[in-house]
């Protein structure tokens, strides 16, 4: 049996995310449907800090294209729903920064499309 078969398309076997997508590697669970998985960031800035990564490989922002607008539409509009899940306090008062570093100038370490969810009760350890 090939390595694509078992895998959905998009797969990267080497790319730390698509192996936490795959749960070849434990994560903290969010959210989870056909198109995307959402988790706790291993390492957090703040009281809520999550990523909703898609499950298709994407490397970063940079390679968005129109064929990804559902995708990407499904990605931001599940984001305040989960950060309200999460424990982010409402608008106004509350609220949370979305965050999608893109490239060594933009700070990402991790290439396969994430949105950092970040926020809860001030202050942070960052940001
Ligand atoms: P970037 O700098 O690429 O935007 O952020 C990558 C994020 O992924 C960082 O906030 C980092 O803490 C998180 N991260 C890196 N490795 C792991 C991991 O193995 N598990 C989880 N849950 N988060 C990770
Ligand atoms: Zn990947």
């Known amino acids: 049996m090939s390595q694509h078969s078992v895998h959905s398309p998009g797969?990267?076997?080497n790319c730390l995310f698509c192996k936490i997508a795959a749960k070849q590697i434990p994560s903290r669970a969010v959210y989870e449907d056909e198109q995307v998985y959402a988790f706790h960031d291993i390492s957090p800035w703040a009281p809520?800090?999550?990523?909703?990564?898609?499950?298709l490989h994407i490397a970063s922002m940079a390679q968005v294209g129109p064929e990804h607008a559902q995708l990407m539409g499904h990605i931001m509009t599940l984001a305040?729903?989960?950060?309200?899940?999460?424990?982010?306090?409402?608008?106004?008062?509350?609220?949370?920064?979305?965050?999608?570093?893109?490239?060594?100038?933009?700070?990402?370490?991790v290439h396969h499309l994430h949105l950092h969810v970040i926020g809860g009760p001030r202050p942070w350890?960052?940001?």
Do not use: M, S, W
């Open 11 to 13: 797969f990267d076997p």
């Open 48 to 55: 809520v800090h999550f990523l909703i990564i898609p499950k």
């Open 80 to 109: 305040p729903r989960l950060a309200t899940e999460q424990g982010c306090r409402p608008y106004p008062d509350g609220g949370f920064r979305l965050i999608a570093n893109t490239g060594q100038d933009g700070g990402q370490e």
């Open 125 to 127: 350890a960052k940001g």
